[in-house]
């Protein structure tokens, strides 16, 4: 029994026990530093929920320290020698200080992304070349984040160093050997399990959405998980995948994917669509007459003046979590769910869109975006859509305008799109905003001519706003300004003060807006249906006398036709629907909460309820809509 290496195996279980301990502290800071957004009732729901938290700890730390559990049990005689155990020493402390680092990144990333951090980001990166200085900029304004990532590791450390491996020399290797080999088998077993979450073999592997089994609140969820979960979980997967839960002609008949519109026009309108960098529509009074907010400021005061000349939609939802997830729902109808569409194996296809129906009707097409040119992956997947031109930093030429971080200035570069479109009619333009994206920043010559707010944001959303009035008193002097269509919208939200915005779904909304000076397009008026991005697409297609089929899950918010709707986006983890007077939640097998749709805050869950006739049909709905999506991505039907 001597022989037996019970010293390395125990102080391996103190080293482990160390992860699971600051794992632990880590997830209480997560929900520290977001605690505005996610709402825990009692310490014993917190408690309750970092017990089963446990579980995808487990698996995340495994992950991490397979390796390092081989090099602590392997039998090499030599193992418990101070110079191996220096070595062991450094690769613990580099291995689980990068992937703990993980979580300290998300207490900032999660207030953007809505989400915590998966291998999606790879894709949203891989075309950045400022990564440094964003990272930089993001320390400086958050430094708590970084003196308690620090702190952490020092005690950790510490706590490492307290229990030492102590020298000793083997007198019987065959017995050292065999327990060792045994001791490293049974190891390896529970290493498998601990991975996958269970030991049984009929079980899959814990995942994402197994989160949500221990918590009333799905955004809660967030914090039973952690961020090495669910990047390493997330790592070459693929969510998509086809499915049946009904017949085709359920799908025609009740989620009519394509549309087919007849209006009938003279002359073809023009075309203007602002997507605005993180515009949620907690910044914009013009969205908000209704909420009843105590001591509610706009940030947008040009945008409320133009509202009062508009067709406004005061229930708007963004369908994606990211700028590139905007991009493909305004422009192209296809909402991101678990995983985004654009960073998935099927993006490169032929995709009918706004930008293709606009050159089948001899438009000239062009997309607007500051930064330098590939930046977000625009021009990749404006390439895909069709854009005949694509005007980037590189195309501005002039970096005196250069924020330094991210893109050229909006306000020159607004009044550079005004100049530039047009000189061939009729014409569809997209400009993609910047200035209101982290860290947040406006130009020197207007530090303190906005009012200050509670949220970094409300500065850049102001000189956006100042920037997009200057480009309409410009472009109120070109020719073509009198028969054109100007819609304001953003590509997700951000930044939130309010405790209304702090809701699930209104973590979504967003301003809609459509203006034309011309009125004959009768764009008017405030709409408080629920709508969302992926409308903007057919509805545009309407307006500019598109009469043939398109494929668009949306419906055009001018028609007098009677389409359904299914307003559609995710949290990272479930997809969440909202059906007529209803919100539904689904993980793509069935159905996993119920709401009343003015439940925004998904707090009363009424899935073990009895069910309506019309929540049985809703429900089949929410499985035929995402049936068909996965079938005309992975099958290519997009067109």
Known sequence: MKEIRWQEFLILMYRLFLVYFFYQIARFLFWFFNRD????????DYFKIAYHGTAFDTTAILYVNSVFILLSLIPIIVNSKAGYQKFLFWWYFITNGIAFSFNFGDFVYFRFSQSRLTSSVLSVVEHESNLAKVFLNSTIQNPMVLISFVLCMALWVFLYKRVKVHYRKSQNLVVYFISSILILCGTAVLVVGGIRGDFRHSTRPINLVDANKHVKNPTLANVVLNSVFSFFRTINTNSFKIVH???????????????HYDRQVESRPNVVIFIVESLGKEYSGAFNKETKIKDYVSYT?????????????????????????????????????????????????????????????????????????????????????GFKHYFGKDEYNNDKDFDGIWSIWDEPFFQYFASN????????????????????KIPEQYKGKFKKGPLAIHEPIQYTDMSLKKFFETASKKPWYQNTIFVITADHTNMIHYPEY???????????????????????????DFVQQIDIYPTLADLMGYNKPIRSWGRSLVSDKKEPSIIVNSDSIQEQMIIRDFIYTFNGKEVTGIYDNTDLGLANNQINKPKSKQQELDMMKVKAWYQDYMNRVINKKLY
């Open 502 to 528: 702090q809701k699930t779904m209104n973590r979504f909304a967003i301003p809609l807006l459509f203006y034309s000076p011309n009125p004959k397009y009768n764009l008017q008026g405030v709409n408080k």
């Open 421 to 440: 479109i047009g000189k061939q009619q009729p014409f569809l333009s997209t400009i993609f905003t910047a200035s209101s994206h982290d860290p947040f």
């Open 245 to 259: 839960f009904v017949d085709e002609s359920f799908i025609e008949k009740e989620i009519q994917p394509y549309k």
């Open 301 to 385: 005061p040009f945008v409320d003046s133009l509202a009062q000349h508009s067709l406004i939609f005061t229930n708007a939802f963004a369908n994606g979590r990211q700028s590139i997830h905007g991009m493909s729902s305004v422009l192209a109808g296809i909402p991101s769910l678990t995983d985004a569409f654009t960073s998935s194996p099927y993006s490169n296809q032929k995709i009918q869109s706004i930008v293709s129906v606009a050159n089948d009707l001899g438009y000239d097409t062009s997309f607007y975006h500051g930064a330098p040119n590939g930046s977000m992956g625009f021009l990749g997947f404006g390439n895909i859509l």
């Open 37 to 44: 957004l996610l709402k825990i009732d009692s310490v014993g």
